[in-house]
C-alpha cells in the first residue's frame, strides 16, 4: 500500500470523525434535534439543562448551584428571577397581616432567597425551611399564617434569562427542611 492511499484513508477516517463530532454537537444543543439550537443553557448542581425542567430540591444546608453557559462562548449576562409554580389546582391561600392572599398571584418570590452571583454561576438558598418561612422572608415586618399542606412539587421555580430578554429556561424547585421524625407503619420484622 502506497503513502498515497494512506494517507486518503486517514483523511477519509478524519472527515468522518468531523461529521460524527458536529452531529453530536448538534443534537446535544437541539435537544435531539426536536428543538431550534439552544445557544444559552444552565448547568444544575453539575446536570446540563438545556430547556424547562423540575424536580429539583434544596434547604438552607444544600442550596442549588447554576452555571450559566452559552454555546458559542461569549458571556452575555443574565438575570434571575423566583416565582411561584402556577400549577392548576395547587394554589393555596396564606394571611397577610389579616388578609388572604393567593400564592399564585405573588409576582416576585426573589427575596426570601439569598443569591450568591459569581463569575458566570450562582447559588441560591432558601431563607427558610417551608413556604411560610420564605414567605416571612419575604413581608418580614408582617405576620404570615400558612396552613401546613402548602408544599407541593416544583412549588418554585427560578426563570433565567439572558440579558438582551431573548432566552430563558426555569428550574422547577421545592425546598425542604430537616427530617424530624420518621413514622414507620408495619406489623412485624423478620429477619
Known sequence: MTS??????????AIVLVLIVCIGFLAKFTNGFTSDFTTFYLTVN????????????MSPEEPITVDVKYTLGEEQGYTVKVVPNVAEGMDFDFSLNGEVCSYHAESDLTSGFDINY?????TITP?????????????PDSEIVVSDDAEYTDMFHLVVTTQDGKSSITVGFVVTGP???IELDMTEIIF
Open 179 to 181: 427530617v424530624s421524625d
Open 46 to 57: 453539575g446536570e446540563d439543562v438545556m430547556k424547562d425542567s423540575g424536580g429539583y430540591a
Open 4 to 13: 498515497n492511499k494512506v494517507s486518503k484513508i486517514i483523511a477519509y477516517v
Open 127 to 139: 431563607k427558610g425551611e417551608n413556604a411560610a418561612e420564605i414567605l416571612r422572608a419575604i413581608y
Open 118 to 122: 459569581g463569575e458566570g454561576s450562582f
